[in-house]
């Protein structure tokens, strides 16, 4: 159970670019809830949802996956790519889907995953610095401070938009 957890149900097990696929797993349920119309406080709340359970796995499994994978951050551990990615696509997550012209919010939502994972691999100053942190805080708060970049930069496009 804790390798399901911490690997996002296996999206880290997968070949090539696990961050990648972890990062998919957020955008998958911000388009499938915009495609059926759902609430934006139900996505909003998901999303919060997503964030804390991915962290408080992220943080808590440290010292199992630290042991299991023989590495302090391992490539297959994405809860904390599950987490970032949430915030990021929070920076848009507010809007209403429009029925009729609904690829300027996918836009947004593609945005919001493309900033994170830019901001996540780049590791431009804080973010790469807040990796020293003990355990699975070090892991978690790279993902978390890229996650706050992607969003708020979402979030300003939407703005002016």
Do not use: N
Request: glycine share 10%; proline share 6%.
């Amino acid at each position: 159970m804790k390798l399901l957890l911490c690997t996002s149900f296996g999206l880290g097990l997968l070949p090539k670019a696990p961050g990648t696929w972890g990062s998919l797993a957020p955008l998958l349920v911000v388009l499938g809830c915009g495609h059926f119309g759902l609430v934006q406080e139900w996505l909003i709340g998901f999303l919060i949802f997503l964030v804390i359970i991915s962290s408080v796995v992220t943080v808590q499994l440290a010292p199992w996956y630290t042991t299991y994978f023989s590495q302090k951050d391992p490539a297959q551990v994405v809860s904390d790519e599950v987490a970032g990615q949430s915030i990021a696509l929070l920076g848009m997550a507010w809007l209403t889907p429009p029925t009729e012209q609904p690829l300027p919010w996918i836009g947004l939502a593609i945005l919001a995953f493309v900033l994170f994972r830019l901001f996540d691999v780049w590791k431009p100053w804080l973010i790469d610095k807040s990796q020293q942190f003990r355990g699975g805080w070090g892991v978690l708060m790279d993902d978390i401070l890229a996650g706050i970049v992607a969003g708020t930069l979402v979030l300003i496009v939407t703005v002016l938009a």
